[in-house]
């Protein structure tokens, strides 16, 4: 307890005079203490408040830098899922928000300002059905900028879509360090390293998440293995993007990441509202009868003779046809449109009889007049040609078949030149339809101008696609951008007849299957057995003037009978009655079996784009192993093949996904999921399995 202790009488007159007491000199430094402490209270209670108001402010910038599942930080942002799981991450490596500047208003968050200056960022959520949630993203530099770059994290998921390659792995393998590169159509054969022909900014991940990069990006795409990433770019400095007439070259980045339920159901719903369909189903004979090319067999020594024995031979061996292609060469010069007098003597019989003997025939074409064609002087005069940067003078490109210019189909004038001669084939020898072939980006010029000038080098891609639209019924395209809605044949590039991944027999499922999810349905596999291009030929030892290995040949046909369409060229006769035999067992498998369910599925694919050829997964999007098998596939949902991809086998391990299946030898699993080791599958047979439902 405190006592009180009264002061003396002579103590309390002295407290208030000159020169003090002792008492008050010892309660004066006493107290000292007990000032100090009060002042060193008052300080951390001021930063205790301090503290609080930061932890509050920064409490509510964290609110505001989140939006529905996604958290935004100034190096990037990742996406949740429903348990909290990150399934999408996306780095910003060309610079750092300056989240001081970043505000919220409804389910737009947005920034002002990075580390470099002024920009128009923003982080849109849109929920455009209960179960898929998307982001809106814009980076849009407003100050000089050479590129804004994004990296997305693999996250420990498979990836699937971009573009058709050379070496093509399903999902999508990440191998070494690439820095950006324009995202453009290019001719994988002749450059392997490039993009293909078929791409699309698309991809879509085992997580359930897809992505969609805007057209109106300057895109470029890059990759790391060390940090387990795609690299998305946009820039327009030393790349073949232009900004669009009138606006400044100021990189903007701009995409769409939506997350879904299930891998299956978010590409459904991205392929629905992104992806362009058909209008029609081409001709269901192409579908159900073989199509027979002259290119590997005869390559550019075709002549009229040589034309009108193989399809007695086509007769002769018991084989359908849904027509013939006669391929590169038939005309005297590059760019020109009738037949060569001296390889066509009488081009005309030549039509009648092959008509007489149930025959239709397209022919190839391409968009290139060599500079010794009659027509490069008329195309020059008239000003259908791609220009050089000036616009004074055609440009010059090189291609596989010589030098030449390339028709500008940005100019209404050179599309119906080109196409008023192909109307002139079709009615004077009956011609069914074309192969048009070449259409890549990158047989355009560095430098180049053209009538209408293209922001994106590869609508390029997308103005040749469309000359096929008059012919579709059974027009053939080896390229594709944006052109989903072209209702003909889309041929993946030409194999080499090998074995492995760089366009063999192993990379056909994986491009089947890569083209199918970026929208192109009515897939032609290339010819069976390859091209059988010299020094590119496994099995040349049959002494069979350069054949493709006779065991390659089965196997590949094999295959392809389970593809939306076969196309033949080197015959099955080259090689033996066997093969014949073979052959022909194949072909009506597929008119019998497989055609009716490809033509049925066909038809759906005009309401809703999905695709023919299906990976494992469209059916066990909860099973990783379903994820990762390139050398399996499903036609629909219900009938799932399994081809022999190796030589010297006659057995394969097979993965069965959950559910009754019943084998093409009548065998019953209904144990699933499950593998089928060194399951025996004869050099006369496929393995397929159909659902039991």
Not at 27 to 55: D, F
Not at 126 to 143: A, G
Not at 291 to 306: C, F, G
Not at 581 to 609: M, S, Y
């Amino acid at each position: 307890m405190y006592q009180i202790v009264p002061a003396a009488p002579g103590e309390q007159q002295m407290v208030g005079g000159a020169g003090g007491s002792p008492l008050k000199k010892k309660l004066a430094h006493e107290g000292r203490p007990l000032v100090m402490a009060g002042m060193l209270g008052c300080v951390l209670v001021l930063a205790a408040v301090v503290a609080w108001c930061y932890y509050s402010a920064s409490l509510r910038k964290a609110e505001l830098l989140k939006a529905e599942l996604l958290d935004l930080n100034k190096d990037g942002f990742i996406i949740r899922n429903q348990v909290g799981a990150v399934i999408f991450s996306m780095a910003f490596r060309s610079g750092t928000l300056d989240l001081d500047s970043c505000s919220k208003e409804g389910n737009l968050l947005s920034c002002t300002h990075s580390d470099s200056g002024k920009l128009n960022f923003f982080i849109q959520t849109v929920r455009p059905k209960d179960t898929v949630m998307c982001y809106r993203v814009r980076w849009e530099e407003l100050q000089n900028k050479q590129s804004v770059e994004h990296a997305m994290a693999y996250n420990d998921s498979h990836w699937y879509g971009g573009a058709e390659t050379a070496t093509q792995y399903w999902p999508v393998r990440i191998q070494g360090e690439e820095e950006p590169q324009p995202f453009i159509t290019s001719d994988v054969y002749s450059n392997r390293n490039a993009f293909g022909g078929i791409l699309e900014r698309y991809w879509l991940s085992s997580n359930a998440t897809a992505i969609k990069i805007n057209d109106s990006v300057p895109f470029h795409l890059g990759w790391s293995e060390k940090d387990r990433t795609l690299r998305f770019q946009a820039r327009y400095q030393d790349s073949p993007y232009r900004p669009p007439v009138g606006q400044q070259a100021l990189p903007e980045l701009s995409y769409r990441v939506c997350v879904g339920s299930d891998v299956t159901s978010i590409h459904k719903y991205m392929v629905r509202r992104y992806f362009p369909k058909p209008i029609k189903v081409p001709s269901p004979e192409v579908f159900k009868q073989p199509l027979w090319s002259t290119w590997a067999l005869h390559k550019t020594a075709v002549t009229q003779e040589k034309l009108l024995r193989y399809a007695s031979d086509i007769t002769k061996h018991g084989f359908t046809c849904s027509h013939l292609e006669l391929d590169d060469r038939y005309t005297a010069d590059y760019g020109e449109f009738d037949f060569d007098p001296q390889k066509f003597p009488n081009a005309s019989g030549m039509f009648d009889k092959l008509r007489e003997d149930g025959f239709l025939v397209s022919l190839w074409t391409h968009p290139f007049i060599n500079y010794d064609s009659i027509n490069f002087g008329v195309a020059v005069e008239k000003g259908l040609l791609v220009r050089e940067p000036s616009g004074e003078l055609p440009a010059l490109v090189r291609w596989w078949n010589g030098i030449g210019g390339i028709l500008d189909f940005t100019n209404p004038e050179a599309r119906e030149w080109y196409s008023s001669h192909l109307r002139m084939l079709k009615l004077r020898y009956e011609v069914t339809s074309f192969k048009f072939d070449a259409g890549e980006t990158s047989y355009l010029p560095g430098q180049f101008s053209t009538l209408v000038p293209l922001s994106d080098p590869s609508t390029f891609t997308r103005r040749y696609t469309e000359m096929a639209i008059p012919f579709s019924e059974r027009a053939e395209l080896r390229v594709g951008y944006q052109s989903q809605n072209i209702s003909c044949f889309f041929r993946i590039i030409d194999r080499d007849s090998v074995w492995g991944y760089e366009l063999g027999l192993k990379s056909i499922i994986p491009t089947v299957l890569t083209i199918s999810i970026l929208g192109y349905q009515f897939v032609l596999p290339d010819m069976i057995g390859g091209n059988a291009y010299p020094n590119r030929t496994a099995g040349g030892g049959d002494g069979k003037n350069g054949l493709p290995d006779r065991e390659l040949y089965i196997r590949w046909l094999e295959l392809s009978a389970f593809m939306p369409a076969m196309q033949f060229s080197i015959p099955p006769w080259a090689y033996d009655n066997e093969v014949v035999q073979i052959a022909q067992k194949f072909t009506e498998l597929h008119e019998n079996l497989v055609a009716p369910r490809v033509l049925e599925l066909a038809g759906e694919v005009l309401d809703t784009g999905d695709p023919i050829i299906r990976p494992l997964w469209w059916i066990a999007n909860d099973d990783e192993a379903a994820y990762k098998i390139d050398s399996q596939f499903l036609i629909g949902d219900d009938l799932m093949v399994a081809p022999v991809l190796e030589p010297g086998k006659q057995e394969r391990d097979i993965y069965l996904p959950a559910g009754r299946w019943r084998s093409y030898k009548g065998e019953h699993f209904d144990k699933g999921p499950m593998y089928l080791t060194d399951y025996p599958v004869d050099l006369d047979e496929i393995a397929f399995f159909t659902w039991v439902h």
